[in-house]
């Protein structure tokens, strides 16, 4: 079964700019997490999405959003980028939303941001 | 609200040396707790978990128990080898499964031979 898949791997942007990553999820699973880490604060959640529906969000600004299709497959968009949002972005998926079930991560998304 | 604090390192270990790195929890009600491993490049892999109180999580030789009562879900291995080093996250996740997972800040593990 192919794992979780996340594109691009690398992307350099300007402040300003806005970007789009996305996020292919293990086949048959319906949750899509998507998480922040950077070297300062660490892994920080974004928000979690449910057949098509976000089910929670972490605090971060507006300028982050996401969605999710029909699919299970997920993007999130991120507007006028600051120099501050350079991370690697992770994407994790699961087959239905519960503790018991282990959430399975993609290899990221490295944005840099200039 | 919840929280995980972990000795975050570096932690440098001669190969086949005995490892703990100590991961201390604050929650309500009964968490699950995880220990997560990212390799370099590449995301979070689920090394090992533990949904109960007295449970104990083990996975290619490393073990974790839940502690209820020191808050604590430390992880060890008796043998370490090179390959084994990574950054090591512990994790939980409220049992009802509908909040996000909350990590500590990681810990790096360099294993010399």
């Known amino acids: 079964k192919a794992g979780v898949t996340q594109t691009p791997r690398y992307l350099i942007k300007t402040r300003g700019q806005q970007v789009t990553l996305s996020c292919s999820p293990i086949s048959g699973h319906r949750s899509v997490s998507w998480y922040q880490q950077t070297p300062g604060q660490g892994l920080q959640f974004l928000f979690e999405y449910f057949s098509e529906t976000q089910r929670n969000k972490g605090n971060f600004p507006g300028r982050f959003s996401g969605r999710q299709f029909s699919n299970s497959r997920s993007e999130m968009n991120v507007s006028t980028l600051e120099l501050g949002d350079s991370a690697l972005y992770l994407c994790a998926s699961r087959p239905i939303a519960g503790a018991y079930n282990e959430q399975f991560f993609g290899p990221g998304t490295r944005l840099t941001v200039l | 609200g919840n929280s995980v604090t972990q000795m975050e390192g570096p932690v440098t270990l001669s190969e086949e040396a005995f490892l703990t790195i100590n991961c201390t929890y604050t929650?309500?009600?009964?968490?699950?707790l995880f220990w997560y491993v990212q390799y370099p490049g590449e995301g979070l892999q689920l090394l090992l978990k533990?949904?109960?109180?007295?449970d104990k999580g083990s996975n290619k030789g490393f073990e974790a128990t839940y502690r209820k009562e020191t808050t604590s879900f430390h992880l060890e291995k008796g043998s370490v080898q090179v390959s084994d080093s990574a950054v090591y996250f512990c994790?939980?996740?409220?049992?009802?499964?509908?909040?996000?997972?909350?990590f500590g800040k990681g810990t790096r593990l360099s294993v010399i031979a």
């Open positions: 929650a309500t009600g009964y968490p699950s």
């Open positions: 533990a949904t109960k109180a007295d």
């Open positions: 994790a939980l996740s409220e049992a009802s499964g509908n909040t996000p997972l909350v």
